[in-house]
């Protein structure tokens, strides 16, 4: 869980957009993949990297995996930094 | 993690206690535990407490913590506890240690002229790693405000945002005049406080 870890995790905006969604409440894997055009071991290969940098929390539940938002306020604010500068990159490439 | 609570608390009782005891000889029998936000003291304690309570709360904290996880009975609360309380705990160790230190320093006459410069400095950095860590802490298991755990997630975060922008709004705070400074620091931990009232109303309606 070191900041390096948080760092990578927080780079892709696949994960930045997991933790979007999370922020609503607990998700499992499968709900999570059903809002990307992306396979679900993909998205299980995402989760496990967040997971990694400590950035969700997963917990069983029955036959399920859910997942919660575990981020600190300073994540929280790396991750809002990270977000507008790809907003950035993306209008210039327009 | 439970060990490193530990070390830490005890070692910093253990320096404090030490400090207290090489200077108890000098340290006047009735020891300035307080100030106003003047700068003067306002509040006199007996030197033996003076001296050795602050060493006792910091071996307190870690039982207290201890045996607030072992009241919960959710292992995964318990781990999530367990995470937080390690932040919490040494920061809070820390500030207890600089302000003992402060104190020894004031009582034995050294000149602490910058005092009511080190509360809000000290505060304000406390508040700052603590309100970084609130969104990861679990739900108390006495629930003062009925939240659901959705309700409780997101007024977690709410309240971490607003403790870690009162932290550093209180840090500089220090940089103002004398009493312009004072009145900031208090302002700035009665809308924090307020904020967390407002905030647990709020969320419980949504």
């Given amino acids: ?94 | 993690m439970t060990g490193k609570r530990w070390i830490v608390a005890g070692a910093a009782a253990l320096a404090a206690a030490v400090a207290s005891l090489i200077f108890y000889n000098e340290l006047p029998e009735r020891m300035a535990a307080h100030f106003s936000l003047t700068d003067q003291p306002d509040r006199y304690v007996h030197k033996v407490i003076g001296a050795f309570l602050l060493p006792a709360v910091m071996l307190l904290l870690p039982a207290l913590t201890n045996l607030n996880m072992r009241l919960e009975r959710d292992p995964s609360k318990r781990t999530r506890f367990a995470n937080v309380s390690e932040t919490t705990n040494i920061v809070l160790i820390l500030l207890l240690f600089a302000v003992h230190g402060v104190l020894l320093a004031y009582n034995l006459g050294r000149d602490i002229a910058a005092h009511s410069r080190f509360a809000p400095v000290v505060i304000g950095l406390a508040l700052i790693a603590i309100g970084n860590v609130l969104p990861r802490a679990p739900r108390a298991r006495l629930k003062l405000i009925r939240l659901s755990d959705e309700q409780y997630a997101r007024y977690a975060r709410f309240t971490g945002r607003c403790t870690v922008a009162a932290g550093f709004l209180l840090f500089l705070s220090a940089l103002l005049p004398g009493g312009a400074g004072a009145v900031a620091a208090v302002a700035v931990v009665a809308a924090l406080v307020l904020a967390s009232l407002g905030g647990a109303v709020y969320f419980s309606r949504k």
């Fill in chain 1, 1 to 94: 869980m070191s900041l390096n870890d948080a760092f990578k995790a927080l780079a892709d905006p696949t994960r930045r957009k997991i933790l979007d969604l999370l922020k609503d409440g607990e998700l499992t894997a499968g709900e999570i993949a059903n809002h990307f055009d992306m396979t679900k071991p993909s998205i299980s290969n995402h989760l496990g990297l967040l997971k990694q940098a400590g950035l969700v929390r997963d917990e069983r539940r029955g036959q399920y995996i859910v997942y919660a938002l575990n981020t600190t306020v300073f994540q929280d604010v790396m991750k809002w930094i990270l977000d507008l500068q790809n907003a950035g990159e993306r209008k210039d490439a327009r």
